[in-house]
């Protein structure tokens, strides 16, 4: 079975400091994975994917996380918040044989100024 | 192109009534997916449909039910509400594949902004 752990429930950071949020995953076989991010009564936004290739990708509004195999870990990075990224974001994992994605319980990210 | 259309966005019902939600998936999506989003239990999946087929089942009671159409738009129908049934309901769809091939980029899910259920 596969399994999502968000290590931190709110991180708290200063305007243009940078952030890393951690998710790490649990799976037997090969996964694809995905971090999104959710504002206040809106869906999800899909912000990048892993799916294979370069460990490294880059999604939208400057973020971008490092997949790494041996330490089953998928953390979130931004070199310099904003204001704006204060929002929930959610890690999520799939097998890529179903669309069903088993995500993580979240970390909500609160950008002060 | 248009997103995933989710409606209604807000609904309140009582106890023991029955409610349909609908979702409209980006056009030329063939997957469907439902999740539930409650503060206790985070974001939890209910189905999937792919080409009028349910293809994978979260685990959910039988009060909670979908279907897929021939144009791929969705319904899930939850009978019987429950005050813990409040929750907010998600929508995904994906170009998905079958399963067992190469998916990359299929399985991709984008989600629509959600409908809001409120059992009182």
């Known amino acids: 079975a596969q399994s999502v752990t968000q290590l931190d429930s709110q991180v708290p950071v200063f305007e243009e400091a940078p952030v890393e949020l951690r998710c790490n995953y649990s799976?037997?076989?090969?996964?694809?994975l995905f971090w999104y991010v959710q504002y206040p009564n809106q869906g999800l936004q899909l912000l990048l994917k892993y799916l294979s290739g370069s460990t490294l990708v880059k999604g939208i509004n400057g973020f971008e996380a490092e997949f790494n195999k041996s330490q089953t870990s998928f953390h979130l990075r931004k070199p310099s918040v904003h204001i704006s990224d204060t929002a929930e974001y959610f890690c999520?994992?799939?097998?890529?044989?179903?669309?069903?994605?088993?995500f993580g319980t979240g970390t909500r990210l609160q950008v002060f100024p | 192109k248009a997103g995933v259309t989710q409606t209604p966005r807000y609904l309140i019902k009582t106890r023991g009534q029955q409610v349909t939600l609908s979702c409209s998936p980006i056009s030329g999506h063939r997957s469907v997916s439902w999740y539930q989003q409650t503060p206790g239990q985070g974001l939890q999946f209910l189905f999937e449909y792919f080409s009028e087929t349910q293809r994978n089942k979260g685990n959910f009671p039988g009060r909670f039910s979908g279907r897929q159409f021939s144009n791929s738009r969705s319904e899930m129908n939850v009978s019987t509400l429950e005050l813990g049934d409040s929750a907010l309901y998600l929508c995904?769809?994906?170009?998905?594949?079958?399963?067992?091939?190469?998916?990359?980029?299929?399985?991709?899910?984008?989600f629509g902004a959600g409908t809001r259920l409120s059992v009182l």
């Open positions: 995904a769809s994906s170009l998905a594949s079958l399963a067992g091939t190469n998916v990359l980029a299929k399985n991709i899910q984008y």
């Open positions: 799976s037997s076989v090969s996964v694809y």
């Open positions: 999520a994992v799939s097998d890529g044989n179903t669309d069903k994605l088993i």
